[in-house]
């Protein structure tokens, strides 16, 4: 089945320590995006690609950092995570924008814990 | 500022009877809305769309309306059974189509 995947599930860390989550898909769509959902809140988008085409909402901290080296993979890296990171972690792809109207899906999420 | 807001508590309702959420936005010009649904410690699962000149979309159990005057939309499960019980998310995705912003979310439980 076609379908977005993330590794780990369950990523703990400590202070300060870099961090690297990462998705795949097998759906070959054009847009990726990470989001970041802490208990009980709304996934927050973090950024996409469109394509290699990345972007980043003006509210993302710098500490969050992505790359996507081709259609099926993207990356997640946080350079120094502090411990109001820990939250859940959700990949999604879509279509892209021009090809019928999107939907988003999702992985399963990787919950990152930092001690 | 911007602003996504649901139901502001959890639902709980009794089994067959209609659930109606509700999603109140500010300062969003969304080019259609969706509407998702989360189990705990899983990722949101798309339900419906419905796009901004559409007064009401239908699937199954489902309807959604959308009314851009009051900048609100509501999600009904009629019927609802147990396995209905979930958090509810809506997501505006604005002009650029790439773009989803989510609310809070509502917590249903459906009681048998």
């Known amino acids: 089945d076609a379908m977005v995947i993330q590794n780990p599930r369950y990523q703990v860390t400590q202070f300060g320590k870099p961090v690297t989550l990462s998705c795949s898909q097998t759906?070959?769509?054009?847009?990726m995006y990470w989001y970041q959902q802490k208990s009980s809140q709304a996934p927050k988008l973090l950024f996409h690609?469109?394509?290699?085409?990345?972007?980043n909402e003006a509210d993302t901290p710098d500490n969050f950092q992505s790359r996507r080296p081709n259609t099926s993979f993207c990356f997640l890296d946080i350079r120094s995570p502090g411990l109001g990171d820990a939250a859940m972690y959700l990949c999604?792809?879509?279509?892209?924008?021009?090809?019928?109207?999107?939907?988003?899906?999702f992985g399963p999420g990787t919950r990152l814990t930092v001690l | 500022s911007q602003k996504i807001e649901q139901n502001s508590e959890a639902l709980n309702i009794q089994e067959g009877k209609t659930a109606t959420l509700t999603c109140n936005y500010t300062n969003y010009s969304p080019a259609y809305l969706q509407w998702y649904r989360q189990d705990p410690g899983r990722g949101p699962v798309f339900l419906l769309l419905?796009?901004?000149?559409?007064k009401e979309k239908r699937k199954e159990r489902l309807k959604v309306t959308f009314d851009t005057t009051l900048k609100q939309s509501l999600f009904h499960i009629t019927a609802s059974q147990p396995a209905d019980s979930a958090t509810y998310l809506c997501?505006?995705?604005?002009?650029?189509?790439?773009?989803?912003?989510f609310g809070t979310g509502t917590s249903l439980t459906v009681i048998p």
């Open positions: 999604a792809t879509s279509r892209g924008s021009g090809r019928a109207l999107n939907e988003q899906f």
């Open positions: 759906l070959n769509h054009n847009v």
């Open positions: 419905i796009r901004e000149n559409e």
């Open positions: 997501a505006l995705v604005v002009d650029t189509g790439n773009q989803f912003y």
């Open positions: 690609y469109y394509d290699k085409d990345f972007n």
